[in-house]
C-alpha cells in the first residue's frame, strides 16, 4: 500500500511543480528527494521496532505446563523470525481459542513485523508436527490458529498482520490446572459494600466501575480510605497456590496465607512508594521480609503473580520475577487471600490456582 501512496503524491507534487513551472532537472532533484525521505523513514521504523525488540527482557518458563508449549514454539518462531524473546505469562482461560481450560497464556517480541507468509509459515510448520490447525480472522486483521488433536482443541497462537508480537496459550498435553477461586466482580451491585460473594469483610470496600485492563467498562474491587488498609478477605485454607489478580492504585495491598481470622499472615505492598514489599503481619505487628524497586507505573494497570509452593514466595509483576524468598514459618503454611488499599486502589480479575 505505502508505494503506491508515495506515488500518488509523488505525482501531485510533480504536477504542482510542473505547474509551477520548474525545470525537468528540478523536477527530477525533487522526486529523488522525496525517495530518499520515504527509505530513511521506513529505516527509522526498522530501527524502532529492532530497538524495541532489543529493549524487550526475556523470561524463562518455570512451570512444566509453560516449558512444554515455550519449548515447542521457540524454535518455529526463531526459525521463521529469525529469534523472538518470550516476555510475559500470565495464566488465563481461553475461550476465544475454544479451550475450555484455565492455562497459561505467552506472550513472544519479534524482531520485527508479522506478515500474512508468517502466518502461513507459522500454520505449516505446527501442521508439520501433527497438529491440525484452524484458522480465523477477525475484521480487524487479527488471526487466530487454533490447534488440536482428534477434534481437541489444545492451543492456539494470535496475533494481527503488522503486530511485533505473538500470542499462544494452552498446552500441549492435558497438564491438569485447578482453579480454586475466580472472581471478576461483574456479578455484585455498583457500590456494593463488602461482605459480598466469598469475600468477608474487614476494613471494607466495594464494588466500582472503572475502565478495566482490556479497556472496557467493568466492575472492580475499590478501596480507598486508612480503615481499608485490610479490606477484605477470603477464609480458605489452601496450601501450595497461585494467586493471580490485575491492581493499580496508589496503595495496593494483596494479602496471602491469611489465617482463618485473617490476624497474621502475609501482604504485598505496591503503590506509589519506590518499592514493592513482602510484610508479615501478626495483628499490629509488622516485619518487612522482602523489598525491591518498583519499575511499572502504580497508576496503570499490573498483572500480579504470586506463587506459594512449600515455604517459597515468588513474586511476578507483568510477567517479571520481581521478589523469589523463603520464609519457613509452621504457623503460615496455608491459608487464604485478600485485599485493601489505603488512598485508591483497584482490583480485578483475581484466580487462585494450582499448577501440577
Ligand atoms: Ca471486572
Excluded at 17 to 35: K, M
Aim: net charge neutral; charged share 30%; with cysteine.
Amino acid at each position: 500500500m505505502r508505494p503506491n501512496k508515495t506515488t500518488k503524491i509523488l505525482i501531485l507534487i510533480l504536477l504542482i511543480i510542473l505547474i509551477a513551472g520548474c525545470t525537468p532537472r528540478e523536477i527530477v532533484s525533487v522526486g529523488l528527494e522525496i525517495a530518499k525521505e520515504q527509505v530513511r523513514e521506513e529505516a527509522k521504523i526498522r530501527e524502532e521496532i529492532r530497538n524495541r525488540y532489543q529493549k524487550a527482557i526475556e523470561i524463562e518458563p518455570e512451570e512444566e505446563i509453560e516449558r512444554e508449549l515455550h519449548e515447542f514454539l521457540r524454535p518455529i518462531f526463531n526459525s521463521i523470525f529469525g529469534e523472538a524473546k518470550l516476555i510475559d505469562i500470565t495464566y488465563t482461560d481461553l475461550p476465544a481459542f475454544g479451550i475450555k481450560a484455565f492455562v497459561p497464556l505467552l506472550t513472544y517480541i519479534l524482531p520485527r513485523l508479522v506478515s500474512e507468509d508468517d502466518i502461513t509459515k507459522i500454520k505449516a510448520s505446527i501442521e508439520d508436527k501433527g497438529y491440525i490447525a484452524k484458522k480465523y480472522e477477525s475484521i480487524e486483521g487479527s488471526i487466530l490458529l487454533v490447534f488440536g488433536r482428534n477434534g481437541d482443541p489444545l492451543f492456539g497462537v494470535s496475533t494481527t498482520i503488522n503486530a511485533q508480537e505473538i500470542l499462544a496459550g494452552g498446552s500441549l498435553s492435558k497438564t491438569y490446572i485447578e482453579l480454586l477461586f475466580f472472581d471478576d466482580f461483574e456479578d455484585y451491585g455498583l457500590g456494593q459494600e463488602a461482605p459480598f460473594g466469598y469475600w468477608k469483610k474487614k476494613g471494607g470496600g466495594r464494588i466500582e466501575q472503572v475502565v478495566e485492563k482490556n479497556k472496557k467498562l467493568g466492575k472492580v474491587l475499590s478501596f480507598k480510605s486508612l480503615g481499608e488498609k485490610f479490606g477484605v478477605y477470603i477464609d480458605k485454607m489452601w496450601e501450595n497456590y497461585f494467586l493471580q489478580f490485575e491492581a493499580k492504585g496508589e496503595d495496593v495491598f494483596a494479602y496471602f496465607k491469611v489465617t482463618k481470622t485473617a490476624d497474621a499472615g502475609y501482604y504485598l505492598y505496591s503503590g506509589w512508594m519506590s518499592d514493592i514489599k513482602v510484610v508479615k503481619f501478626s495483628g499490629k505487628d509488622e516485619q518487612v521480609i522482602a523489598s525491591v524497586k518498583r519499575t511499572f507505573d502504580y497508576k496503570e494497570w499490573s498483572v500480579f503473580l504470586i506463587k506459594l509452593v512449600g515455604s517459597k514466595i515468588s513474586i511476578y509483576v507483568n510477567g517479571v520475577k520481581m521478589i523469589d524468598i523463603v520464609d519457613d514459618d509452621p504457623l503460615l503454611r496455608v491459608g487464604g487471600i485478600g485485599f485493601g488499599g489505603e488512598d485508591w486502589a483497584y482490583v480485578n480479575n483475581v484466580r487462585v490456582f494450582k499448577v501440577k
